[in-house]
């Protein structure tokens, strides 16, 4: 059971706040104080007259400010506020707090005036030690409240994160626990908020699709919830995932003030009368109601033994996609040519290796430093990570590639411990390697070896990209939630890097809609609320753990994994334990059906129909199902397909039965199924948090040409394996983005400024490392010479390869197992795109 914290919660007034304070308390946390900023008075309003005071900030609601004060009351909780003096000064996506020029001006960004304040709720309640918001998909807004809440030393909750893309709640949540369950709905956050009696009401809409009427509703009312559906489907064709972020008003549509909530929270009701809200029109569709003096009053509960912890929701932890893997209770069985493959290539190490090969290789804006380690720089962890840092720094200030290099340019890096004892001592000084508060560093691998050269406590392999860091597009989550686990300290879930870079006037890179490559850390079972690792079985942890990776793939917009790795740490059932991992990576690319619809509820408002315009009527996707409770969806089409098979419509795989995800059909008219990248269960000492299985991958995104081949090939040579895996378009792209699959990033824009006008080239290479130093002994390929190898491997058209990622080769542990896909390897990998 994870720690109580005490939480101060950041309130605007808006639905989206004040319900994440239930589920601050849901998850077992004290809240001791609310925090909010208001806009400056306007000239000439007295204490008791109305006004708007709506300062349009991209950061914080300011419509409604006026009810904020009643929330101390009303909750029982101290309520603390400071006006907003300062501006968006950083307008960018993520908030750089190392940019010292700006932060240090203090008012000049509105952000700081978040840190002021908190500064001073810290002061009054030194027991703070977390910090709550009401961010649902706005990177904007969450990653400037974790900046604010990490400098002042408070753990960001943001337990509303993604809500949208996570499945519904279940009655029984596969994780021990009981919840309230609901079918899946395009309005499941509203739903849910409904089911705690909470009372929201629409005080400005923004959008010609919402109707002025619709002021003062409450959008936790069913017939509130069919209005929003019905208002802003028709902008939403076959975009299900930016529907249900609109319905929410996700992306401005509506704002909402909180007046009411369960009585186990909400002490008294704010009340306003209705007949003396005044209804202002603004040029092109919006609107706002400007509110009177309001009051307060006793909120009597219907149920005194009602606690929250029975009505408030969670969603379930597992999608669809691998919720059915729990549920198969099948044995995992493995191929008997397949064991037998395996074991005639298992190798065991039985010393440490004498020494790991440093290299440092440049292709292109990349460059690929392997292996740094620093064992003369002092015997204990942190020392060597101090001395590979002084190594790397003064190697990127040498080389030629840019001029201006600093380790703000890697994009990936695989830690290797000899001891994972050392962790905490190695990831601080890791993060001295950065600039502190930088946005966007780096996704990383740490497993912990024990076939290190002796002495040697630290080896560190990074990716470098030469291009400009600015430009950079990357996932950091740093709160709570119900989502994947948050990544507290220098490391991003996922890096993307463009496939092809087109250069803008500043110099930076263009990263609108191309292919990318996206740079994935490695993933442990932890429950994301909690951040606690998991308690159950082997199978379960090989689940969830591989569930993160996939949810962090979804988010990125991945279309496809080119290979994998599961690393295992050392356990006497490890053959078992590789089985039931080849197996999970398997039945995960299967996917799930999606077509089945969650079932609605009875007793819809009749009078609701009003509002189902012509175009539900005619289309009928979301009317078809008047529900009293929620607006029901096709279970899972909001979510981004991994693998995305609308794109990769053509399969081919050579000498890889292993591979494939079920025997071939000797039906003519069933759709083959699409062949399952290539995975390594490599065995390892330990893994963080003591871990029994550990997710990586690299993916590819926004293959924007339409049916894809994909050509997969496994070789098994005297030195390991190799797989290949090559992308080639078959069609001119289509302009249209409207795809079941679209994330929320998704837009319609027709003007691409490139696409997959070549043939995508991954070389995955497994190499077994043998101990024995014989002249008879294979020699392993070098990372190179992989890498040279790919480059001529390809026909491809006059003119040099476009070098996308160049190889990075690592070592791992022995072990004494002979069984499925345990090996002591070292792993070179390369991408190459060829016009």
């Keep these: 059971m994870a720690s109580s914290l005490n939480v101060i919660a950041l309130i605007s007034g808006g639905k989206d706040s004040l319900y994440s304070i239930l589920h601050c308390f849901q998850n ?108 649902i998909l706005s990177t904007y807004q969450r990653t400037r409240v974790e900046s604010v809440a990490l400098r002042l030393g408070l753990t960001p909750l943001a337990y509303l994160w993604q809500y ?48 002025e009427h619709m002021l003062w509703s409450n959008v936790a009312d069913p017939r509130t919830r069919t209005q929003l559906v019905s208002s802003l489907a028709r902008f939403y064709p076959d975009q299900e995932a930016g529907l249900r972020s609109a319905v929410l008003g996700e992306g401005g549509e509506y704002e909402t003030v909180a007046i009411c909530g369960p009585p186990a929270v909400w002490k008294k009701r704010i009340e306003i009368d209705p007949d003396r809200i005044k209804t202002i029109s603004e040029p092109g569709g919006a609107s706002y109601a400007l509110i009177p003096p309001a009051t307060l009053v006793p909120n009597n509960p219907v149920n ?96 030629s590639v840019s001029a201006s290099l ?85 490391y991003s879930q996922a890096v993307n890097e463009p496939l092809n870079s087109t250069l803008t006037s500043d110099g930076t890179q263009n990263f609108h809609r191309l292919p990318e490559l996206i740079h994935l850390a490695g993933q442990i079972a932890l429950v994301p609320h909690t951040m606690q690792l998991s308690d159950q079985s082997f199978r379960f942890h090989a689940i969830l753990s591989l569930q993160h990776l996939w949810r962090v793939g979804q988010e990125r917009e ?142 590819l995104a926004h293959l924007t040409a339409e049916n894809v081949r994909i050509d997969i090939s496994s070789t098994l040579t005297t030195y390991g394996a190799q797989h290949v895996t090559i992308l080639t378009p078959t069609t001119t792209s289509s302009t249209d983005d409207h795809d079941r699959g679209s994330g929320y990033t998704k837009d319609n824009n027709t003007n691409r400024t490139d696409d997959l006008s070549g043939p995508i080239k991954t070389v995955f290479a497994a190499i077994l490392i043998s101990a024995s130093t014989a002249s008879s002994a294979p020699t392993p390929p070098t990372a190179q010479r992989i890498i040279d190898s790919a480059i001529h491997s390809v026909e491809h058209a006059a003119g040099s390869p476009v070098v996308i990622l160049d190889g990075t080769a690592f070592i791992t542990s022995h072990t004494s197992s002979s069984c499925l896909n345990i090996n002591n390897i070292g792993i070179a990998m390369v991408h190459h795109q060829f016009r």
């Design 28 to 135: 077992g946390h004290k809240v001791i104080a609310l925090a909010n900023l208001r806009p400056p008075p306007e000239p000439g309003h007295g204490s008791g007259q109305e006004e708007s005071g709506d300062l349009d900030s991209m950061m914080y609601q300011t419509v409604g400010h006026q009810v904020i004060p009643l929330y101390a009351e009303a909750l029982g909780l101290p309520l603390y506020r400071q006006i907003i003096r300062g501006t968006a000064a950083q307008t960018g996506r993520d908030y750089d707090s190392s940019d010292w020029a700006t932060v240090s001006a203090g008012d000049d960004d509105e952000v700081e005036d978040l840190f002021a304040l908190l500064q001073d709720v810290k002061k009054r309640h030194p027991t703070a030690n977390a910090l709550c918001s009401g961010a």
């Design 164 to 211: 949208p893309s996570l499945p519904p709640p279940q009655s029984d949540q596969k994780d021990g626990t009981t919840e309230d369950g609901r079918p899946d709905s395009l309005t499941g956050l509203l739903d849910d908020m409904a089911a705690t009696a909470c009372d929201s009401r629409i005080i400005k809409t923004a959008s010609a699709g919402i109707p």
């Design 558 to 699: 991945v279309d496809l994994w080119p290979w994998g790795v599961a690393f295992l740490a050392t356990h006497e059932d490890a053959c078992s334990r590789a089985r039931v991992a080849d197996w999970v990576w398997m039945e995960a690319h299967k996917g799930v059906e999606l077509t089945q619809l969650a079932e609605g509820g009875e007793g819809q408002d009749e009078d609701a129909d009003d509002y189902i315009d012509v175009w539900d009527r005619t289309f009928g996707k979301y009317a078809s199902s008047k529900s009293a409770t929620s607006v029901s969806a096709p279970a899972g089409w909001h979510l981004h397909s991994l693998p995305n098979l609308e794109r990769l419509a053509q399969f081919s795989t050579q000498n890889i039965s292993d591979l494939a995800t079920e025997e071939s059909t000797s039906d003519p008219t069933e759709t083959t199924p699409p062949p399952r990248p290539p995975l390594v269960v490599v065995n390892v000492a330990t893994l963080p948090l003591g871990a029994p299985i550990e997710w990586w991958s690299t993916g």
């Design 304 to 399: 005194t033994a009602t606690s929250i912890e029975d009505i408030v929701r969670r969603p379930s932890m597992f999608d669809a996609q691998f919720r059915r893997l729990l549920d198969d209770d099948q044995p995992v069985r493995l191929p008997t040519d397949l064991a037998e493959g395996r074991t005639k290539q298992a190798s065991v190490l039985l010393e440490p290796l004498s020494h790991a090969d440093t290299s440092m290789l440049t292709h292109g804006a990349h460059i690929v430093l392997a292996n740094q380690t620093a064992p003369d720089a002092g015997d204990d962890a942190e020392s060597q990570v101090d001395g590979i840092y002084a190594n790397l720094k003064a190697k990127l200030e040498t080389q």
């Design 406 to 490: 600093t380790t703000s340019n890697i994009i990936f890096s695989l830690l290797l411990l000899s001891n994972m004892d050392d962790f905490a001592t190695v990831n601080a000084a890791y993060a001295r390697m950065f600039p502190t508060g930088q946005p966007n560093p780096a996704a990383r691998v740490t497993v912990a070896v024990d076939s290190l050269p002796s002495k040697v406590r630290v080896s560190l392999s990074v990716i470098v990209d030469a291009r400009n860091r600015k430009s950079r597009e990357a996932l950091h989550v740093q709160s709570r939630s119900y989502w994947a686990p948050a990544n507290i300290g220098p």
